[in-house]
């Protein structure tokens, strides 16, 4: 079984737990509650042995050493998994994704996947960039997201539109439904660090995106570090008196981690249903009547792939694609227009 010897930082939190969740790499991938599961089993030691308490306190300098397990190993198999295919040809394959489906297999789901369903329907004729899990995959959007996505058929395709991605000129609309509204007169909204308002009454929220310094599951805004990130909002119906929620279309500009989500949280719009970022903020029941409930109990993030454009990376023509959002969303969007 690896080691891992970690020393505590000087920055780090007196508690065991959070202090390695903080000093271990990023490559490590090791989450505060993975650490804290490890600490549990006798996993890690310190300078007086092995530590069992993640409450323990440690100092600054001291060295701790974490035994990792072997990752799972994973194996994608073909799955007969029902596809809504928006485009394909011979170099790839425009998937409409529904919420709840994971795009390629990894430990905690390693069946059911986009990945197995893919290798169902275009057999061995997927991009083999990405190895045996990622076959094809060029961008990938969350579990609980739902819409568009493009995946390489071919090598070439893939190198393309990796080319694209990579220089932003992809173009992606999301559609999501947001706690709040987009004021230019908000005094809190415009004094929030990187968010600013262009002509349009168009919201731009710019900043480091990077892993959470005590969550590695999470990821967080930071001015010092991280990878650049620019998402642009623009309201587009809002609800309740005062308006409470509104429907809005995000534009990308970078393609980070949860970049929508933590964005929008940053600026004190977080989604409906978003169980990480979303925060404790509810609407309220004057503000929203009986539609109040069903934005409380609304299951996932409220966020759609509503548009994918890209030029073909083989013929270079141009494409683009539009999804209606999936009917979970519609139904809670119709609920919201009927407040008085």
Known sequence: MPTLVVTIPDDAPQRLDKALALAVPEDAALSRSHLARLIADGAVSGPDGVVRDG??????????TIAVPQPETVEARPEAIPLVIAHEDDDLIVIDKPAGMVVHPAPGSPRGTLV?????????????????????????????????LVVA???????GLARQFEAHTAQRR??????????GADPRLRGTPGVSLEDGAVLKIASGLAR????????????????????????LEQFGRPPAVMLVECRLETGRTHQIRVHMAHAGLGLIGDPVYGGARRASVRALGAAA???AAFPRQALHAAHLGFDHPVTGR???????????????????????
């Open 55 to 64: 409450r323990a306190r440690v100092l600054a300098g001291q060295d701790y």
């Open 116 to 148: 197995n369903a893919l290798l169902a329907h275009c057999g061995d004729s997927l991009s083999g960039i990405g190895g045996e899990r990622r076959p094809g995959i060029v961008h990938r959007i969350d579990k609980d997201t739902s819409g568009l």
């Open 153 to 159: 058929k071919s090598d070439r395709a893939h190198h």
């Open 174 to 183: 999301y559609l999501a439904l947001a706690h709040g509204v987009i004021d």
């Open 212 to 235: 959470h310094a005590t969550d590695r599951q999470r990821q967080a805004v930071y001015f010092d570090k991280g990878r650049h990130a620019v998402t642009r909002a623009r309201m």
């Open 293 to 295: 409930e069903a934005v």
């Open 318 to 340: 141009p494409l683009a694609f539009d999804s209606p959002l999936p009917p979970d969303m519609q139904a809670l969007l119709d609920r919201l227009r009927a407040v008085p």
